[in-house]
Each structure stands twice: as C-alpha cells, then as structure tokens.
C-alpha cells in the first residue's frame, strides 16, 4: 500500500475535523526537489497532507499560480486536493519578492472556498508568507491557525545561516509567531529557540517531529540500485541531496574530498540545483578544481522524490555539511534507507543523527574532521555495515502515520477550544 493510497490503516478517532486548508504559497509540494525554492517542506506537506488523508479528513492545498497553463484543481489523491491560486503573475518569482502578494493570495483562497461552498475546519499554514496569508483565512472563517515556520530569519541570523533577512520577514514573524493558536515544530531545539528569541511558552508549542516514507526509504540491494542508475558498482560514493546554495556547504564538503587519504574510487553525487543555481553550481566546480577533485563531483540536478531513494540505496554515506538545518529530512530518509550519514552538528541534525551509532556529528566548516570520519567509513565495510543497519532502526520510529494523528489531535484540541471558548465581545477576531 502506497503513501498516497493509505498509512496502513492509520485510523483516526471521532474528529471535529473534517476537512484543512493547507497553505504552501511560496511553492508548490508537487514541484521537483533541489531548486532554490524546493526541499524538505514541499515533500512535508505533499506527504503529510496524504497521510492526513489517510484517516479521513479531506486536504486542500493551496499554492501560488506559477503557470498560466496549469489547472486550478489537481487530484493528488482521492482526498487531497493541489489549488493554484493567481496573486501576482503566473510565474516564477523570488520568494523575497512574494509578500506583497499574501493578501491578494488570501482573497483568492476565500474566492475559492466561496464558489466551491467549502467549509474549513483548520488552516495549516506553512514558512512566513503562507502565515500572513493563514492569518487572514483563518479570522475571516474563524477557525484556527497552526502554523509551521520552517525556518526563521531571527533564527538563520542568529545561528550565521544568513547574513540579511528584510524586515518585513523579521516583522511579520515577531507578529505571528504570536497570532497563531499553536506552532508546530520538528525538535525541542527549535522550541528553545522560539523561547529564547522571541518569547513563545512552550503551551504555544508541539514538538511533532516529521516522518519518513519506509515503504519508500527502506534497505535495498545497493547493486541493483547502482545499475539502476547507471553507476560503478565498485565505486565508494558519497551522496549530498538538497537546494545548492552557500549555507549547505557543499563548498565544505568538496574540501573535505580533498583533504580524504584515500580517494581512488570515490565520487560525489551532488542532488539539486535549477538556472538560478548555475552561479553557485560554477563557484563549485572551481573549489573542486582548487582541491584537485573536480573529476570526482558530479552534479546530478533536481531530480523528483520518488527518484531520490535510488540515489540513496546506491551511496554508501550521504553527507550534510549544512551550516544549519531544522530537522534535517534527508539525513532521516538516507538512514531510513539503511545509509549512515555524516553531518554538521547544527540545529535538528543533533537530535537526528546519532553520533559514532548511526553516523557522525562534525562541527560545521571543519574539513578536515569530515575527511577524518568519511575515509574512516569507506574504509571499513564491516562499520558502515553496523551503522547503516542502526540508522534503518531508528528511524522507525519517524513514521507518517504517527506525523498524521499527532495533528489531528491537535488540530481537534484547538477546535473544541474555539468551540468551548468563544472569543470575549468586541475582542478583535
């Protein structure tokens, strides 16, 4: 049974929640992973949105119009369901450009519902702008607003992940990290940091970390996923998956190549990356160059989720030399995949990765160390074996379905809440 299709029999209690507007303005879940604009969250809500669905409630997701040409309405599955959504121009736009477009994208969303006689139990919505747009949706149907950041300029600033976030970001998030009824997060790190920064209680809080796929991300045969693919069987390849762009540090990782004892038969697959990563993609190939590995990096592209886990089931140790990352999907699919991972030891990465078990923790921008611990791994088949069969063990316990009755039951509490506690007369709504 598929993702898609069902959880294995993931089966809700009796809810008040029946159907949830899904907000994703700035990307759409279906689009190919590795662009500037595409990642872990598209596959969050993609994924989490079907395993809602999976118990029985109905899913709207709601994206902003990049094509003039594309449907209003996709079936994604019998209960999920992709609306496109015109605010500002049917193309692509920088998501730094977007936030003028949140209240035209709201009154389209309520246009929508409107035409479609659609009633909205919850609106979940996802990264800042969709929020400024939730807010809006949720006032005008009066329901309740979760929200998931993502990410947070105040905490990429903080954490050096960014040098400049525009202050209508930094504004709008000090604001709405306020307004919502409950933040979802992935790790308790993330709730200290919204704590320590901008003064949230942990009530205001879940802690629900995401899921992996494991019919999807499981062991398989690394060979047959080789020949798949068209790769050396007797190559020692290290995988790194995600947008390419300076915080990733891929730069650090491609220095670490070059610092490696042992290099004969190793190459780097590099996963990502669309036009506008040509720039960064070329700085790449100069540091490969400047370390003497530049033929042994290879840039596969974007390529879509359901390709990924190949890639994984053919590398022998996926590398994360982020400077910073939230949860961290793809070191929980790789280790799900049966692949130990090697990453920076940075935000929810630390709550992901166990150290010297199921992979290694480095400290960020430290070559050197990753070299250590990536010859160290390529040349033992026997540890790399015991660390890859740990991480498939515990990622088992990151599952969907898990991901899905966790939101329901909160989605649940702050609907029979709403229901029990009008607000006061004359409070704004």
Do not use: C
Not at 355 to 372: K, Q
């Amino acid at each position: 049974m598929t993702l898609a299709n069902g959880l294995h029999a993931a089966i809700a209690a009796p809810t008040p929640v029946r159907r949830v507007a899904m907000i994703s303005m700035h990307t759409s879940p279906l689009a190919p992973l590795g662009g500037r604009e595409t990642g872990g969250m598209n596959v969050y809500v993609r994924t989490v949105s079907a395993a809602l669905a999976s118990t029985g409630v109905r899913v709207d997701v709601f994206t902003r119009r990049t094509d003039p040409f594309a449907p209003e309405v996709e079936a994604v599955t019998d209960a999920v369901r992709l609306i496109q959504v015109s605010a500002g121009p049917a193309e692509r736009v920088e998501k730094e450009e977007m936030d003028g477009f949140a209240d035209e994208f709201a009154s389209g969303v309520l246009a929508f519902a409107a035409d479609q006689g659609v009633a909205y139990d919850v609106v979940h919505s996802h990264y800042w702008l969709s929020a400024v747009a939730g807010r809006t949706l949720a006032r005008a149907w009066d329901v309740p607003h979760v929200a998931m950041f993502h990410t947070l300029a105040e905490v990429k600033l903080t954490v050096g992940y960014s040098e400049y976030e525009p202050d209508a970001r930094i504004d709008a998030e000090r604001a709405l990290v306020h307004d919502v009824d409950r933040l979802v997060v992935a790790t308790d790190h993330e709730m200290r940091l919204l704590d320590e920064l901008y003064g949230v209680p942990a009530r205001r809080v879940a802690i629900i970390p995401p899921g992996v796929d494991r019919e999807r991300f499981r062991p398989r045969d690394r060979a047959a996923a080789r020949t798949e693919l068209g790769l050396d069987a007797d190559s020692r390849i290290l995988l790194a998956a995600g947008r390419i762009e300076a915080p990733k540090g891929l730069d650090v990782l491609i220095e670490a190549l070059g610092e490696m004892t042992e290099r004969e038969g190793v190459q780097l697959l590099v996963i990502g990356g669309d036009d506008r990563s040509r720039a960064e993609v070329a700085r790449l190939r100069r540091v490969a160059e400047r370390a003497g590995v530049g033929d042994l990096v290879r840039f596969v592209g974007s390529i879509t989720h359901e390709q990924i886990g190949t890639y994984y089931n053919a590398a022998d140790v996926v590398v994360m030399p982020s400077r910073y990352e939230s949860f961290g999907l793809v070191a929980a699919e790789a280790m799900a995949s049966g692949v130990p991972v090697v990453a920076s030891r940075v935000g929810g990465l630390v709550s992901t990765v166990a150290d010297g078990l199921t992979g290694y923790l480095i400290p960020w921008r430290s070559p050197d160390l990753f070299a250590r611990q990536l010859d160290r791994l390529l040349g033992d088949d026997a540890l790399r074996e015991r660390m890859g069969e740990r991480a498939a063990e515990a990622m088992r316990v990151y599952d969907w379905s898990s991901v899905a009755t966790q939101l329901i039951d909160l989605y649940a509490h702050l609907v029979r809440d709403a229901v029990a506690l009008p607000a006061p007369a004359g409070s704004a709504p």
